[in-house]
């Protein structure tokens, strides 16, 4: 475990062991434990069905810098420490009101717990509290998913697996490609079954863009976007969202440079979202008819759909103003005010010389600041349309070199001043 995590466990460990209760490690952690990766999260589940056991353990467990989140209806809590945090559920049943709904939880046991999980390889517990590893094996795996994890093989652990949660076949193409496992036959037999059904027709369309979300969150950790779709495309999933929709070819290796982009960005970034620029570059070379009707049935509404359905098209105009663009000042004027989201786009879609000076723009021009400002033009004596004019003539030349110096600066301003002052023929 990471080290703020790993002393979080051993205080909520502490705090089980005196309280002699059952605290296991479950699913994604257990099995990258055993893969011999690096441990992200942590799941720890209560063994105990009363569904406030997990706040009441992540109570006893906290400090004074750690924040308690409890949602008693689902019987999970989540302590948070300033730089980490842990998931708590006590163990739990649950039920579908028809296929595609969201699961009734209720309470449950151990069994119970891991036989709801998506996949064999992660239904998977390690015991960790004192309790627990007395009356448990050192690893409780009750549908064979150490075999599945050595076969390298994503197993579904019954028939309506699909019926029940379609979205699971969203997330078996992101965590295939991520671990390079691949769908065993029977599931595959399993999903075909549920598509034929009709299974996404009552998952809602902010579900699915959940889990799409995350085809381009979970690039942080080595997932290929592009690779992803193209499982769901192969298993007619993405048609099956919504009729006609696939990935173009022509998509692919711009989504590929933003996975890679979204792992180890090119410049310091702040808060953007990659799924606005991966939804932009996946659906632009569909028709655009098609391009709405998949944001409307993934429920990307109002100002985001507005700018994801007019990213590819401003994207290419970039890329083409681009390649007439001389310097790095008419560089900066063409793609100051674009979103971090369009920015991004503009890199993966355009040619890898161009990538170079996008990048330059984006590490250093767009940071630079020229030595005067529209305030030292006022007290120069400019007035009007002329100072924004200046401003813009002395930001180009700035970054070109041109000018050096606030004199050079004040002098470049007060002859587009002069030049602004003359008469029209």
């Known amino acids: 475990m990471p080290p703020g995590a790993a002393a979080l466990t051993q205080a909520v460990l502490k705090a089980a062991d005196a309280e002699g209760i059952s605290v296991l490690l479950v699913g994604g952690p257990v099995r990258d434990l055993l893969l011999g990766r690096p441990l992200v999260d942590v799941d720890l589940l209560v063994e105990d069905p009363d569904p406030s056991r997990a706040g009441d353990l992540a109570d006893r467990a906290g400090g004074a810098d750690t924040v308690v989140i409890r949602h008693e209806r689902f019987g999970t809590a989540e302590l948070r420490a300033p730089e980490v945090s842990i998931d708590f559920a006590t163990v739990r049943s649950e039920s579908y009101a028809h296929p595609g709904a969201l699961p009734t939880v209720g309470p449950g046991d151990l069994a119970q717990d891991l036989a709801r999980r998506d996949f064999s390889v992660n239904a998977l517990a390690?015991?960790?509290?004192?309790?627990?590893?007395?009356?448990?094996?050192?690893?409780?795996?009750?549908?064979?998913?150490?075999?599945?994890?050595?076969?390298?093989?994503?197993?579904?652990?019954?028939?309506?697996?699909?019926?029940?949660?379609?979205?699971?076949?969203?997330?078996?193409?992101?965590?295939?490609?991520?671990?390079?496992?691949?769908?065993?036959?029977?599931?595959?037999?399993?999903?075909?079954?549920?598509?034929?059904?009709?299974?996404?027709?009552?998952?809602?369309?902010?579900?699915?863009?959940?889990?799409?979300?995350?085809?381009?969150?979970?690039?942080?950790?080595?997932?290929?976007?592009?690779?992803?779709?193209?499982?769901?495309?192969?298993?007619?999933?993405?048609?099956?969202?919504?009729?006609?929709?696939?990935?173009?070819?022509e998509a692919v290796l711009p989504l590929r440079r933003l996975g890679r982009a979204i792992a180890a960005p090119p410049w310091k970034t702040g808060r953007w979202r990659p799924w606005m620029t991966g939804f932009g570059v996946w659906l632009g070379p569909l028709p655009a008819a098609q391009r709405r009707r998949a944001l409307r049935r993934f429920g990307v509404r109002g100002e985001p759909g507005r700018r994801v359905a007019e990213l590819p098209r401003s994207a290419e105009r970039a890329v083409r103003a681009l390649t007439r663009a001389r310097g790095r000042g008419a560089i900066d004027a063409l793609l100051t005010g674009l979103s971090e989201e369009a920015l991004f786009a503009v890199y993966v879609t355009a040619p890898p010389a161009m990538r170079r000076r996008i990048v330059r723009y984006a590490g250093e021009d767009r940071h630079r600041r020229p030595p005067l400002t529209g305030d030292d033009l006022v007290a120069a004596g400019l007035s009007g349309p002329s100072i924004g004019r200046a401003l813009e003539r002395i930001r180009a030349a700035w970054l070109d070199g041109a000018v050096r110096s606030r004199e050079e600066a004040l002098a470049l301003a007060q002859e587009v001043a002069r030049r602004s002052r003359r008469p029209r023929r």
């Open 126 to 249: 390690l015991p960790l509290s004192r309790a627990a590893r007395a009356a448990h094996p050192p690893i409780i795996d009750h549908f064979g998913g150490r075999a599945d994890l050595a076969a390298r093989k994503l197993r579904a652990l019954h028939e309506r697996s699909f019926h029940d949660d379609p979205t699971r076949a969203l997330r078996a193409a992101r965590l295939g490609p991520r671990l390079g496992f691949t769908l065993a036959p029977r599931t595959r037999g399993v999903l075909r079954n549920a598509l034929r059904d009709g299974c996404f027709g009552p998952v809602s369309g902010d579900r699915l863009r959940g889990e799409l979300e995350k085809v381009f969150d979970d690039a942080r950790r080595g997932l290929d976007p592009a690779h992803a779709l193209r499982m769901l495309d192969d298993w007619h999933v993405l048609a099956a969202l919504e009729p006609g929709l696939a990935l173009p070819e």
